[in-house]
């Protein structure tokens, strides 16, 4: 088993906060987000007591693909800012605590970059995957003077970079072995990329499709060492930083070198399951290949918590202390929490459950005030990829107040990025600044007691004393936990006798005898009293 360095002591302690810059603040009034944006919306971001934040990808790129189709890896867009506007930001963010880490795109380029449009002339460079005549299923015709056609790592735009194949074939000459010339290339650069970046200031990177980089390899042991090696010279360059993995496979990934990884919607050897069966209710982003589901935070109380711990103790076992497991609430590529027939009433309980679990929780931009989905948005940017993979809904501006333009100031509303919720209650940060009982003072008050609690971080023990409705757990020996994500109200007897003290508590209650009775959508914290026998 490959050994290294322990992840830095700043990572157990991490609550994740994901940017979509293009969505989060307007600071230029031009109708998209930028990076002055951010940094002047930091303290909404320390008041909410996150520690580490990750910007989906910020560099130069035609934004076919909303920015993951990357033209230039070393310098910022000019749409966002500048490089001296990002290490600002770095900086700004250090005085409020606050961690940056940027997305990495690993495995694909733009057709854009200038790697791209050399190789495209030019027979012999193979940083790319090119046939030499034909077009294979999958491959692209040539955009240039080569003859032949290129692979696609995503949408056509994206060439695959070339880190070989993990298997030769005589008739498919295309596969290089992982240690041909341009494979090495292509791991060197990467590696550049990171440094440059890193002596900045930031903190690591999430990695984008980080399986994705050898070709035909099979349990993805070759791409695996490419990670491996990449980890042996972090620990030694920059110790104190972190790669996150999206990739769906702890098991795997962590093994192979990130400090941490998603659980996604697809991924790992149930495609998923395991967060899908918590949040994914069958609307807004929906795969054609998933199967229906009934999740757990269902309003009718249709699901089962069942797969996503089963899921959840098969990694952490074969993760054990090397490395954490990430929990998101959502992202730039699922639907929000806010979905569907899940409205903001049940979205409390979900955050009690994030933020109690044993994991790296990482809260999407506007998920902390409870921002919707936004159903049938026209393609912007690649964000559609079919009849109900929609993705835009996921991507509106963050709601700052409730001007027709929510934080992009005076931009007329055709230049927004995207639509802001066109429902006239939607929630916006300085209404619930305002109000004290709103969802982002919940938010608030769970990460500063997670924050101060270590038994309810992502070191802490959990036993699951009931997997149903509701949930309950026990964290760290010491803290009792329950979850009612369904409207109708539950119970369930489990006789314990010691005296327990409400912590963060809203229609729970411990009966005599130790009956927990839970009403619709209700959640419950509290601490056992060690006195008591």
């Not at 989060?24 to 930091?42: K, M, N, P, Q, V």
């Amino acid at each position: 088993m490959t050994s290294f360095r322990p992840a830095p002591n700043w990572l157990a302690d991490a609550v994740f906060y994901q940017i979509y810059p293009q969505s989060f603040a307007d600071s230029d009034d031009d109708g998209i987000g930028d990076l002055g944006g951010i940094t002047e919306h930091l303290d909404h971001l320390a008041r909410l007591g996150v520690n580490a934040v990750w910007l989906n990808p910020c560099f130069v790129s035609p934004f076919r693909d909303a920015g993951y189709d990357v033209a230039d890896y070393l310098n910022v867009a000019p749409r966002y800012g500048s490089n001296d506007d990002l290490a600002k930001l770095v900086e700004e963010a250090g005085r409020h605590g606050i961690r940056i880490l940027l997305d990495l795109v690993a495995g694909h380029t733009s057709i854009d970059h200038p790697w791209f449009r050399a190789s495209a002339d030019d027979p012999d460079d193979h940083r790319y995957i090119w046939t030499s005549e034909g077009r294979p299923d999958g491959f692209v015709a040539s955009p240039g003077s080569r003859p032949g056609s290129y692979l696609p790592n995503f949408f056509d735009s994206q060439p695959a970079l070339n880190f070989g194949y993990a298997r030769e074939n005589p008739a498919e000459p295309w596969r290089l072995p992982v240690d041909a010339e341009g494979p090495r290339a292509n791991r060197r650069a990467l590696r550049e990329i990171m440094d440059h970046w890193l002596g900045l200031g930031i903190s690591g990177f999430r990695v984008d499709m980080a399986a994705s980089l050898v070709k035909d390899d099979p349990g993805k042991t070759e791409t695996a060492r490419i990670w491996t090696e990449l980890r042996h010279w972090l620990d030694s360059a920059h110790p104190d930083a972190v790669l996150l993995a999206e990739w769906g496979e702890p098991e795997v990934s962590i093994p192979a070198g990130f400090h941490a990884d998603f659980f996604l919607h697809f991924g790992g050897p149930t495609d998923g399951l395991a967060l899908r069966s918590l949040w994914n209710n069958g609307t807004g982003t929906v795969h054609e290949n998933w199967d229906p589901l009934d999740c757990f935070f269902d309003p009718d109380g249709r699901g089962s918590p069942r797969p996503f711990v089963e899921a959840w103790q098969q990694a952490s076992t074969a993760v054990d202390d090397r490395g954490f497991v990430s929990l998101p609430t959502a992202n730039h590529d699922f639907s929000r929490l806010n979905c569907g027939l899940r409205t903001a009433a049940q979205l409390p309980a979900a955050f009690a459950f994030q933020l109690t679990w044993p994991t790296l929780p990482a809260i999407y931009y506007g998920d902390e005030i409870g921002m919707r989905y936004v159903p049938g948005l026209p393609d912007k940017e690649g964000s559609v990829l079919g009849p109900r993979y929609n993705r835009a809904g996921s991507r509106t501006p963050m709601q700052w107040d409730d001007t027709p333009n929510a934080g992009f100031s005076t931009a007329p509303a055709d230049r927004l990025y995207l639509p802001v919720d066109p429902a006239p209650d939607r929630p916006t940060v300085a209404a619930q600044h305002a109000d004290a009982t709103s969802l982002l003072h919940l938010v608030r008050r769970l990460v500063a007691l997670r924050t101060r609690t270590p038994e309810l971080g992502s070191r802490g023990t959990v036993e699951v004393l009931h997997a149903g409705y509701p949930l309950v757990y026990v964290r760290g020996g010491r803290y009792l936990v329950v979850v009612n994500p369904q409207r109708n109200a539950a119970s369930w007897a489990y006789g314990e006798t010691r005296a327990l003290r409400p912590v963060e508590v809203a229609g729970v209650a411990v009966e005599g005898g130790g009956t927990v009775v839970a009403e619709g959508f209700g959640y419950g914290i509290f601490e056992f009293d060690e006195q008591t026998e």
